[in-house]
């Protein structure tokens, strides 16, 4: 089967996507205010976690007030959304 391209979606690493209209802000992971605020809105249940146990490099904001949490570096999923590559799901 041919796989479809899905240009509306960031690819997040480790075949997890999100959608590019509903992200607000991508952070590095590096800072105490970041760990803070993930600290925070984990005990809201406001993370999801996208790193699959690897170390987490970046921070993800959605408009609904959710995190994602990504093993892959800021540069890189800023890269990723500014050139528009597609993510090929199946």
């Not at 005990?43 to 996208?50: M, S």
């Not at 990504?70 to 540069?75: G, H, V």
């Amino acid at each position: 089967m041919a796989e479809r391209l899905y240009p509306s979606i960031l690819d997040v690493g480790f075949g997890n996507a999100v959608p590019r209209h509903r992200i607000i802000g991508i952070v590095g992971f590096d800072s105490e205010p970041v760990r803070t605020m993930v600290h925070e809105l984990e005990k809201l249940h406001r993370v999801i976690d996208a790193s699959r146990g690897r170390k987490v490099k970046s921070v993800v904001m959605l408009d609904s007030s959710h995190i994602v949490l990504s093993a892959m570096t800021r540069e890189t999923l800023c890269e990723r959304l500014e050139t528009g590559i597609s993510t090929p799901l199946t």
